[in-house]
């Protein structure tokens, strides 16, 4: 009976604490998702990104336009390049920075048009997210842009006001990199030479690639 009774009484006495470090070791307030240094958080913002992108333009215009009212135009299929930066102000708008160079040249009679441009754009995006896949989207662009004009050898250069539209669709590669392809038409404007005016628009096809940071 001795036995049995100093048995009862040591396991009462190590019931507490055994229970305490139960208690311990399986403590629920412990935040096992306070921090996650190393991890690809599903919270965390890819907001910023910056790009590049390469242009086909698709019947890019030189119109050469004479006092007397008479117009020569020549189209150009070549290529652009351009970067891009910007950032997604909420799921379904972004705005975005471009910078783009272009050229053109053609021989008339015997004189040589030669064209630089180097184009700047504030454009606004409409876009659409589907599962973290693709994301359609449509555009505008307001900007300034520099034409150097050299026509037989008389350069001539101005900064006048553009304006695009844009469609596209992003294909989000992995987390960090989309695919971006669309087509826009831009209008870049004009350069005044002495006895003409050159108007200059373009239709493009683009191929570009954006990488997205937290910011």
């Known amino acids: 009976m001795k ?57 890019s215009a030189f119109s050469y336009n004479h006092p007397n009212g008479s117009k ?38 015997g004189i040589k048009f030669d064209y630089d441009l180097w184009a700047n754009f504030v454009n606004a995006y409409l876009l659409r997210d589907f599962d973290g896949v693709v994301a359609p989207y449509i555009g505008a662009g307001l900007g300034l842009t520099g034409i150097w004009g050299d026509i037989g050898g008389q350069m001539d250069n101005d900064f006048d006001l553009s304006y695009q539209a844009l469609a596209g669709i992003l294909f989000k590669l992995n987390s960090r990199i989309d695919l971006d392809i669309g087509f826009k038409y831009v ?22 690639a954006i990488y997205k940071f937290g910011m």
């Not at 390049?81 to 950032?87: A, K, S």
């Open 187 to 208: 209008n870049y404007g004009k350069v005044n030479h002495r006895d003409a005016v050159t108007k200059i628009d373009a239709t493009q096809i683009y191929l570009g």
């Open 3 to 59: 036995k049995i009774l100093t048995a009862w009484i040591i396991c009462a006495a190590t019931m507490p604490a055994m229970a305490t470090n139960y208690d311990v070791i399986y403590d629920d307030t412990y935040d096992y998702t306070a921090s996650c240094p190393v991890c690809d958080c599903a919270n965390n913002s890819r907001d910023t990104y910056i790009g590049v992108r390469v242009y086909k333009n698709e019947h």
């Open 72 to 109: 020569e135009k020549f189209k150009r299929d070549n290529f652009a390049f351009g970067t891009t930066t910007g950032n997604n102000l909420a799921d379904w708008i972004r705005v975005e920075y471009e910078t783009l160079y272009m050229g053109g040249q053609k021989n008339m009679r």
